[in-house]
């Protein structure tokens, strides 16, 4: 199992925000990133650094830290928003990388 | 533009030998580590390992560490994933991806290739 755990599945109405979380030890000491993956597509990068965004990346994507717990937060979830969503930090060690297990993110 | 041209598909054997390849083009390729994970099918990303092309320094997941080989060409500006021996475990998508720089974050992206390994 992963060092960095997420919720398996959410969901949320069209319009509505959600959070997405992912927990792990290294949050104390390292930032998230965020990825959006949508099926048969390679992944594509939402958040950096807590609370940055790649170009083309809409405005309602937004992350946040506290404590040992990382969360990416969609406020007015779209359609295209329905994708797996994957959390990467350091590990514990600081020495290497890794990904929590992943979101799957339903709007309905 | 940046982009990261993954080679194709594969199908082997178990025991067999395998290469594939990722092609860095639209910068300066020596300047950004590239890593690679793997997503086995329906499952989650897994990072496997992380090379800078510029001195060829190349770190492994403990999880991966002895299991793959990561090289990279300057010359032509491609990165390696390789295996001596596959198994049927490692049938699976493999990503190339670049770090950004000073930060532990994956910008752009391969897209992707399937290796299925089956007697």
């Known amino acids: 199992s992963s060092e960095l755990t997420q919720v398996p599945a959410v969901s949320v109405a069209l319009g509505q925000t959600v959070r997405i979380t992912c927990q792990g030890d290294s949050f104390r000491s390292y930032y998230a990133s965020w990825y959006q993956q949508k099926p048969g597509q390679a992944p594509t990068l939402v958040i950096y650094?807590?609370?940055n965004r790649p170009s083309g990346i809409p405005d309602r994507f937004s992350g946040s830290n506290s404590g040992n717990t990382a969360s990416l937060t969609i406020t007015g979830a779209q359609a295209e928003d329905e994708a797996d969503y994957y959390c990467n930090s350091r590990d514990r060690s600081g020495n290497h990388l890794v990904f929590g297990g992943g979101t799957k993110l339903t709007v309905l | 533009e940046v982009q990261l041209v993954q080679s194709g598909a594969e199908v082997k054997k178990p025991g067999e030998s395998l290469k594939i390849s990722c092609k860095g083009s639209?910068?300066?390729?020596?300047?950004?580590?590239i890593a690679w994970v793997r997503q086995m099918p329906g499952k989650g990303l897994e990072y496997m390992g992380i090379?800078?092309?510029?001195?060829?320094?190349?770190r492994y997941s403990p999880s991966f560490q002895g299991q793959v080989t990561i090289s990279v060409d300057r010359s032509i500006r491609t990165a390696y994933l390789q295996w001596s021996s596959l198994r049927a475990s490692d049938t699976a998508m493999y990503y190339c991806?670049?770090?950004?720089?000073?930060?532990?974050?994956?910008?752009?992206w391969g897209q992707g290739t399937l290796v299925t390994v089956s007697s």
């Open positions: 090379i800078y092309p510029g001195d060829s320094d190349t």
């Open positions: 639209g910068y300066s390729f020596t300047d950004y580590w």
């Open positions: 650094a807590k609370n």
């Open positions: 991806a670049r770090r950004l720089p000073n930060y532990y974050s994956f910008e752009y």
